[in-house]
């Protein structure tokens, strides 16, 4: 019995504990706030900092209302979604579904679309307070004319049900509203207070009042359709409104109150500090206007510094340059003519009269200059003595003018100062052409009137003279010769042709001569005469003879090789020849390095330069005779050479020159003449061949007086290597039966 008592107590006891288990799942499923709680989808503006905002750090919605919302529905159970309303206005946000609920309603209102709402209890009373410009009285309220936000429309017409006779005129925004504040349109506006509070911290709003009595209080609710959803939302959201602390409430409106939240923007920013920002700018700006005007005084003063002489004030080289281009586009009509002077000997001036009155002679000559010419003409210093004047062309009359007042007065410097020296002044003169006028080119220009006055200051003491364009060319000339000898040579440009000389009586060829042409890239083919003397003026004939002579030896190898041997003379200048150089060692060297004999080697050197230098002439002969080498004395007849000098020198072989014998004067005196020379070389016991025999008559003639080896038109001209190769082709080549490259 007991054990069937105890199991009853067992049993009893588990249903106990079953029914306990159970009621508190079904507690706990059914308590609110829980993990599985609804959530709330609340539509709100957040143009109302504090009450509705968006948080500057996290962008989610806050403010006094949303806090206490949050807490209410919490209460409620519900999780709650914030959601900022992209209605105009809150009865428009009522009929979008997508809001659970939509805030603050002062009280219930129908909907945009007409349907009723119904709205929550009060979560927080909040005042509304009127703003003016400054703090002068406002009419009594039913003549009041106030500004609200259009979002306000709701609390609008709870405001007209309040003060009949009140005109409520709706704006967007809170500028617009201040602007028609201003503008005398409303006495006031109107708003809750904590907006005011947030708002009027913008700087630009500080002359607005708040006056201290509440205009009056509104509810702060949240409204839906009225629906029975909509009924059971603001049944269970009461429910919380109504467990809300004062305390609580007092503690969110603290918190959103006290927090920074008004951010200046750019205008708050120029409206504050506007004063500063402008004094500042002003402060900036004058010290970039001192800055620009300091940099151009100093670029003022660099501009005087390159475009004028410091010792004389006139022009620089460089200001002269402008002057003359402006003077000249200003005047294209205007006949201008361009010198450049020099002081001759102006270093011995210095040294003599001392650097002070030397500078002194240079500031006298340049403002004497000056002070002649109009302000259409210009004079520069080029630096040291040397000076150049854009003047008008006046003719002979003008140039004697300016000769009177100014060179004679610089020349007589020193004499009319009692001092014993004459001041000489070279000059050279430039006119201007038309195609100067078209193409500006000062540096041309100066270069014709320098290279003038150069001219005449080498060749004499004292003078102006105009420039030749002859002249100007030949040295353009020259200097473009000197430049690209160099590269011809490196290039290959410069060529060897070769002239056969001919034994008369058999037609064989004996021999030949090396003569060079050039091939030049830009003048086109160049014969000796064009650019010998350039480089015998200017020492570069060396290189260039050594460079030929180098060739001639590589071609006679070559022919050694195949078997043709030949005989060539080349031409040595008169400048080739210097005690210092060595050349009969040198034509040795080269015949080894090529294999030759010195018999291949004739030596050509002309006569007049056994007349300028015979002494070293006369050796170098010797020496190259020792090593087995022919030395013919060129041109012959060419120079005033003395026949004395045949007895001294010890050439092998004589060349005639024919033209020189029988080109001017009686052409019967000439042959007797060649006649008796050819006899006396003869005797004198020397070789000869006849050079320039350009006609059968001359050959014939040449040949009766015993002289059969020659050279000249009539035979071949000079030829290039490849021509001169296919003549060793025909052995028996004859005179009278012409073959390539006869003339
Ligand atoms: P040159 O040594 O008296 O050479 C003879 C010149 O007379 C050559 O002129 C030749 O073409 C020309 N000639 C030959 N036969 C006749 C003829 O029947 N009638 C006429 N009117 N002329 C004839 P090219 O080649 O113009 O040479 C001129 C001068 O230049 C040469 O006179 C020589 O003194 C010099 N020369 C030529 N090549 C060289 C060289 O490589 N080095 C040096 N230092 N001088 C050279
Ligand atoms: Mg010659
Ligand atoms: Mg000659």
């Not at 107590?9 to 059914?30: E, I, N, P, Q, Y």
């Not at 473009?480 to 060829?509: C, R």
């Not at 006899?679 to 016991?685: E, F, T």
């Not at 001359?698 to 002289?707: K, V």
């Amino acid at each position: 019995m007991k054990v069937v008592r105890g199991s009853k107590r067992l049993l009893a006891s588990l249903f106990c504990a079953f029914l306990v288990l159970t009621c508190m799942v079904a507690s706990v499923l059914a308590a609110p706030g829980t993990s599985d709680s609804e959530t709330l989808t609340i539509g709100v503006p957040v143009d109302r900092c504090p009450v509705f905002y968006l948080d500057a750090e996290t962008d989610e919605i806050t403010g006094i209302g949303a806090d206490l919302m949050r807490t209410a529905a919490a209460k409620a159970g519900y999780n709650v979604a914030f959601r900022v309303i992209k209605e105009k206005t809150l009865k428009d946000a009522l009929d979008n579904k997508d809001y659970d609920v939509v805030m603050p309603f002062g009280s219930a209102v129908a909907a945009a679309s007409g349907h009723p709402s119904i709205v929550s209890d009060n979560l927080l009373q909040t005042p509304f307070t009127l703003v003016t410009v400054g703090s002068h009285e406002t009419p009594p309220l039913n003549k009041l004319r106030v500004g609200m936000l259009h979002s306000l429309g709701g609390a609008a017409e709870t405001v007209r049900q309040l003060y009949p006779g009140i005109k409520i005129a709706l704006y967007e925004t809170m500028p617009d509203c201040v602007r028609a504040l201003r503008a005398g349109k409303v006495d006031a506006l109107l708003h809750n207070s904590y907006v005011w509070y947030y708002v009027l911290q913008k700087p630009s709003y500080s002359n607005l009042t708040v006056h201290p009595m509440a205009m009056f209080s509104m509810d702060f609710r949240a409204g839906t359709l009225d629906t029975p959803k909509g009924r059971e939302i603001i049944g269970r959201l009461n429910g919380g409104i109504a467990s809300l602390t004062d305390t609580r409430r007092q503690a969110v409106i603290l918190d959103h109150t006290s927090r920074r939240l008004y951010r200046y923007d750019f205008f708050d920013y120029l409206y504050q500090y506007g004063v500063i920002i402008l004094l500042a700018f002003l402060l900036i700006a004058s010290l970039i206007v001192i800055a620009v005007m300091k940099y151009r005084a100093q670029e003022e003063k660099m501009r005087k510094l390159v475009d004028y002489d410091s010792l004389t004030g006139v022009y620089s080289l460089n200001g002269f340059r402008k002057r003359v281009e402006e003077l000249m586009r200003a005047n294209p009509d205007t006949p201008y003519l361009l010198s450049y002077g020099n002081i001759k000997n102006f270093k011995y001036i210095n040294d003599r009269m001392g650097k002070k009155a030397g500078d002194k002679l240079l500031r006298f000559w340049l403002k004497k200059t000056q002070d002649a010419l109009s302000d259409k003409e210009a004079v520069c210093r080029i630096g040291a003595d040397h000076m150049a004047v854009l003047h008008i062309a006046g003719g002979e009359e003008s140039l004697r003018m300016h000769n009177q007042d100014v060179v004679n007065h610089v020349r007589s410097y020193f004499t009319d100062r009692g001092k014993d020296y004459k001041v000489q002044v070279c000059g050279g003169i430039y006119v201007l052409t038309p195609e100067d006028y078209r193409q500006i080119d000062v540096d041309h220009m100066l270069d014709y009137a320098r290279v003038t006055e150069k001219r005449v200051r080498e060749t004499r003491n004292d003078g102006w003279e105009f420039y030749n364009p002859e002249q100007w060319e030949k040295g353009k000339r020259a200097a473009d010769v000197i430049n690209n000898l160099p590269a011809a040579i490196q290039s290959d440009n410069l060529k060897i042709w070769y002239q056969p000389q001919v034994d008369f009586k058999t037609g064989k060829v004996t021999g030949a001569e090396a003569l060079c042409r050039w091939a030049h890239t830009t003048l086109g083919y160049l014969q000796p005469a064009e650019f010998i003397s350039i480089l015998e003026q200017t020492g570069l004939i060396y290189d260039m003879d050594c460079y030929v002579w180098d060739k001639v030896c590589q071609d006679l190898c070559r022919w050694n090789e195949q078997g043709c041997r030949q005989s060539v003379s080349v031409n040595l200048s008169r400048c080739d020849i210097r005690e210092d150089r060595d050349l009969p060692k040198h034509f040795h060297n080269l015949i080894q390095k090529y294999g030759l004999t010195p018999d291949q080697l004739r030596i050509e050197i002309t006569e007049t330069a056994y007349v300028d230098n015979p002494e070293v002439l006369i050796s170098t002969t010797k020496q190259l005779q020792e090593l087995g080498f022919q030395v013919e004395m060129d041109d012959f007849g060419s120079g005033y050479s003395s026949l004395n000098m045949l007895k001294q020198v010890p050439v092998d072989r004589i060349k005639l020159d024919m033209r020189f014998l029988t080109e001017e004067g009686d052409p019967e005196k000439g042959r007797i003449i060649l006649s008796s020379v050819i006899q006396m070389v003869r005797l004198l016991g020397m070789n000869l061949i006849a050079e320039g025999v350009e006609t059968l008559e001359q050959a014939r003639f040449l040949q009766n007086l015993g002289c059969t080896e020659m050279q000249g038109y009539y035979f071949y001209k000079p030829m290039s290597v490849q021509s001169f190769e296919k003549l060793f082709e025909n052995e028996s080549l004859r005179v009278d039966e012409p073959q390539d490259g006869k003339k």
